[in-house]
């Protein structure tokens, strides 16, 4: 603004209280401020309007509404009305709107050139006919099947398009794949109760809380709704509180919220729960559930349990499994994405046995509102892919929604892999460490400025519209899909925009919610309020009969045994899966419990090397007498952890690069201006 | 695992010099028994005197209908920092980097401190003493204490501006008036919550950022004091609202950034002056305390002490 004169400034002034709106998408300071000749329906200046969608930060799917000032939105709350988080959001959520504003954004589409190796600005129309050439010409000589797409778990619309345009152009190959699966969860309910499913966690009934290292404050499965839940049961009401014990070898920010920390070491976990369950089975309290379960938990024994978990004495694990079995409603939670490796079936497994001898399958955790995704590639298909890539069986890769060169273990050579791949194309809005490999990039809306729709339960389906006009020469996804398989004549839905073919896919969503309405009152109330939710009914669970053939071996560490220390590997508060790096916001926020890892993501220190702060002394717990925390540090040697193994796959935390605008001072891109010194004495 | 020197040096920025409260009344924790006991007290005090305020509500003026508090639950709390990022996203501000916060140029009008407790008031031992602070003791309670700036009715940084830029207004708040502000610092250090913020520098917003700005609040520029203001721009616009209708402000009408998004709907806020409101309800609950309440600041922020459970043979 410097260059504009007194006189200049006075004239503005003058008109600046209708014409503020303009500036929204202009570059350059403006110079002429005009009020608006047709003011848009429903903008007045001065006022918000608000407008319902959904967060897409993480797949919690929490609903939001944004608050729009002069066409550009400004803030993002919570939905009050949303099912999952009430009005409430997390701070990845509220930093969401430095995605949509975020200056590192991909501008247009871009195509890396042949001779040059960088990127160049190319237009829609061409990346599209290019995109839709290549496809036609696999198709045309049958060999579609070398055309692999990429994309995350969610739920929606987008997801049964992928299905429908995979299908047209004849390829079977589209591998889902998310960083934090919740794969071990539901394989260990298929073993255990016959059931695939994610069930609801009812932490707002449960008087006592039992949790196994998930992080279900943070970044487990729905944090904003289970900090909700959790603060309806734990924090101090009418003279009544819950209590919250953690067990595990790290005090996340999740479990700094317990009454009481159970330092197990990091394999432990399962044999403190399967341990738990022998005692609960053992002295009856399990009544008729108790004989099916009977040999499976036999030879876990306190006593045993006690001594390789890092726990002792043993009557501390007897006292856990009193306590759970006499609280009026007890809940144990898995390890979640604390673990992964080979032993993380295993001991989600041995926590569903825990809960299911409690008898608290039905009561606090209930099969029927599951959580919706898509399951996850495990590390067998992933590498099998990874493979093929290398033998170059992979023409075309589609990479939506995900970032697998950051995210899957180094070990896979997933990076190497797809430079093999003839044509990589990726969608992402940021130059991410998958995108940067690409050849083709066809940058998406950010949520903010798409319509879409997302299910994150059963039940809950949210729907999103755009808040803003597009920022930047982007384009939906499922436009560019549509437009290519009109491109190869393969005809889904031909001519169709993707506004449109959402909102005729609304049409089922209406059957399923408010049969036999009008659709367009329907719709109308859909996207004001932000969906459409129903509730959803129980499933009834029994014991399945196959579990009785699971064997729970011995839990084990990978690598040398003879150092005393173990890699965690969690995820980030912030950052999530390291999606979040370049949302400045986020960067002072968050985890508090490890503060170095406060700016920029680097892999903070597992509990295996956090120093003892906390010395294990006397110890005597000053407000329970004769009990102890116990911590594991230093008496036996660890190893590191099955990371890189078969079953899971090692995860990464944090971006290894925090984005361009980010460095130095301003996280949020907020660079000192020219000729200020670039540090003052401290 | 092993591990091996690299040679390479890292510089780790932490923003909170103590997690350690030594003793002082930052963050209290108190047991179940002594947490129902006094709140079966302070029931029966309100049922007696219903209609009694809390002694923050005098600081505003005589013929005010308002006095803005708030009331942080701590055994709510789960120091998710949803709440800093919320502020930082309504009140424009900028985030400084790593680099400047290492100097000390650390920008935040609510953050969240972490304080390991050793000692928890005990109910079965005697009521309200503290013991158990063995610092050899390896057993701690974790508080998460959102800190921001208390609204004091008695401010400490007010008397010392040469300038008159802070003062305090007829609703009780602490004001920061940006454009009369010179920098002395003064105020940031006389505060005992070092709540209050300085602008070292311009913040440039490239664009798109600057999108995102809201236009109710100031950017501010370099070298003025800055500090959180209970979201005065939604209080005004929530008496604008009312205005309009020929009514006051009612409870539950005006929530700042931070209450609004707390998912574990620790924060409350409202006005102390009306004795059924929320805030008010929480500020004479029986774990109601004021931070380093000693010194006789008179805040408005009203804390709930932490509840800790212990196994059943306390």
């Known amino acids: 603004m410097s260059d504009i004169k007194r006189r200049d400034f006075l004239k503005i002034l003058g008109l600046s209280g209708a014409g503020t709106g303009l500036v929204g998408c202009a570059q350059e300071p403006a110079q002429k401020l005009i009020p608006y000749l047709v003011q848009p329906e429903e903008i007045i200046p001065g ?26 939105p400004i803030k993002v709350e919570g939905n009050p009305d949303h099912p999952v988080n009430a009005g ?35 237009s829609w129309s061409e990346a599209e006919g290019m995109l839709a050439e290549r496809i036609g010409a696999l198709r045309a000589s049958g060999r579609s099947d070398r055309v692999y797409l990429f994309s995350d778990g969610a739920v929606g619309t987008l997801d049964g398009l992928f299905d429908a345009w995979m299908d047209a152009i004849g390829s079977p190959n589209r591998v889902t794949y998310d960083s934090f699966d919740l794969e071990p ?9 016959g059931l695939a499913e994610i069930p609801r966690y009812e932490l707002d009934q449960a008087d006592l809380i039992v949790s196994f290292g998930a992080g279900f404050l943070e970044t487990w499965i729905s944090p904003v709704q289970y900090a909700r839940l959790f603060s309806r049961s734990q924090s101090f009401r009418d003279g009544q509180k819950g209590r919250f014990i953690h067990i595990g070898p790290r005090l996340s920010m999740t479990g700094s919220n317990s009454d009481e920390w159970v330092a197990a070491r990091p394999e432990g976990a399962m044999l403190v729960a399967l341990a738990m369950t022998r005692v609960l089975v053992a002295e009856g309290r399990a009544g008729s559930r108790g004989a099916a379960i009977r040999p499976l938990v036999e030879p876990f024994t306190p006593e045993r349990v006690a001594e390789s978990v890092g726990i002792a004495p043993a009557e501390e694990i007897t006292r856990l499994a009193h306590e759970f079995a006499e609280s009026p409603a007890s809940l144990a939670l898995p390890p979640g994405t604390e673990m992964t490796g080979r032993n993380a079936t295993a001991t989600h497994a041995a926590v569903t046995l825990l809960n299911y001898a409690a008898g608290n399958i039905g009561r606090t955790v209930r099969f029927g509102p599951n959580v919706e995704r898509r399951r996850s590639a495990g590390m067998d298909r992933l590498t099998e892919v990874a493979d093929t890539m290398r033998a170059g069986g ?21 990076a190497e892999a797809l430079d093999q791949v003839d044509l990589v194309v990726s969608f992402a809005s ?3 460490e998958t995108a940067a490999r690409a050849d083709l990039i066809l940058p998406d809306h950010t949520p903010l400025e798409s319509w879409g729709d997302h299910v994150p339960e059963a039940g809950v389906r949210t729907l ?33 925009a993707w506004p449109d073919f959402l909102r005729d896919a609304w049409r089922a969503v209406q059957l399923e919610h408010e049969p036999g309405g009008n659709f367009e009152d ?39 045994a003879s150092t005393p220390y173990a890699l965690l590997a969690y995820p980030s508060p912030n950052f999530y899966d390291g999606r979040g790096a370049n949302r400045g916001g986020k960067a002072r926020s968050g985890d508090r419990r490890h503060r170095r890892g406060e700016f920029a993501a680097w892999p903070t220190r597992g509990a295996g090397l956090r120093a003892p702060r906390y010395p294990p002394g006397r110890g005597g717990h000053p407000h329970r007498p004769g009990a102890r925390k116990l911590r594991p540090l230093g008496r036996e040697p660890w190893s590191e952890p099955a990371g890189v193994a078969a079953g899971g796959g090692g995860r990464g935390v944090g971006r290894r690069r925090v984005a361009d605008h980010q460095r130095g001072p301003g996280g949020n891109g907020a660079p000192r201006r020219a000729g200020q010194p670039a540090g003052l004495p401290r | 695992m092993g591990l091996a020197a690299t040679g390479r040096r890292v510089e780790l920025v932490s923003l909170q010099g103590s997690h350690d409260d030594h003793d002082r009344e930052i963050a209290e924790v108190i047991s179940l028994d002594v947490a129902a006991e006094a709140e079966e007290h302070a029931r029966e005090e309100m049922e007696l005197h219903p209609e009694a305020l809390v002694h923050a509500s005098e600081d505003a003026d005589p013929k005010s209908p308002y006095r803005w508090g708030m009331a942080v639950d701590l055994s709510s709390c789960t120091g998710c920092s949803a709440c800093v990022t919320a502020c930082y996203a309504e009140n424009n501000i900028p985030v400084v980097g790593e680099e400047f916060c290492s100097q000390g140029r650390e920008m935040a009008w609510l953050r969240i401190g972490t304080y390991y407790e050793h000692a928890i008031e005990e109910g079965a031992n005697g009521h309200g003493d503290t013991h158990g602070d063995d610092p050899g003791s390896d057993s701690f309670h974790v508080v998460h204490l959102p800190m921001m700036c208390q609204q004091c009715g008695n401010a400490p940084c007010e008397p010392v501006c040469p300038v008159y830029a802070t003062y305090h207004n007829p609703e009780g708040l602490n004001v920061q008036i940006y454009n009369r502000c010179v920098g002395t610092r003064y105020c940031s250090n006389n505060c005992p919550y070092k709540a209050r913020r300085f602008e070292w520098f311009d913040y440039e917003f490239p664009f798109p950022l600057n999108l995102q700005l809201n236009p109710d609040v100031t950017v501010r520029e370099k070298g003025v004091m800055e500090k959180c203001t209970f979201c005065v721009q939604r209080v005004a616009a929530a008496k604008n609202t009312a205005a309009y209708e020929y009514r006051a402000v009612v409870d539950g009408e005006v929530t700042p950034a931070c209450a609004q998004t707390c998912p574990a709907e620790a924060i409350v806020f409202g006005n102390l002056r009306d004795p059924n409101s929320r805030v008010s309800q929480w500020a004479k609950s029986g774990r109601s305390y004021h931070v380093l309440g000693e010194l006789n600041t008179r805040p408005a922020i009203t804390y709930l002490k932490e509840v800790a459970r212990g196994t059943e043979e306390t």
């Open chain 1, 522 to 560: 329907f719709w109308r109330e859909a996207v004001s309020r932000g969906g459409a939710w129903r509730a959803v009914g129980s499933q009834p669970v029994t014991l399945n009969t196959a579990v009785a053939g699971v064997v729970f071996d011995e839990p084990s560490l990978d690598g040398d």
């Open chain 1, 464 to 496: 999103m519209q755009p808040t803003i006009n597009p920022l930047f020469d982007t384009k939906h996804s499922g436009d560019v899909l549509l437009a290519v398989a009109t491109g190869i004549g393969a005809g889904i839905a031909p001519g169709t």
């Open chain 1, 430 to 432: 940021y130059m991410d």
């Open chain 1, 185 to 193: 969860l539901r394989e260990a309910n298929r073993l255990t109760l």
């Open chain 1, 394 to 414: 992979v023409e075309i890769a589609l990479i939506h929604g995900c970032d697998p060169v950051f995210t899957l273990a180094a070990g896979l050579g997933f």
């Open chain 1, 88 to 122: 409430r959001l997390c701070a990845r959520g509220q930093a969401s709107l430095q995605g949509l504003y975020n200056p590192d954004r991909i501008q247009s589409p871009m195509l890396r050139s042949e001779a040059s190796g960088e990127f160049e600005a190319i």
């Open chain 1, 47 to 72: 006022h918000p309007t608000h407008y319902a969608s959904a967060c897409r930060e993480c797949p919690a799917g929490c609903g939001v509404v944004a608050k729009v000032r002069e066409g550009r």
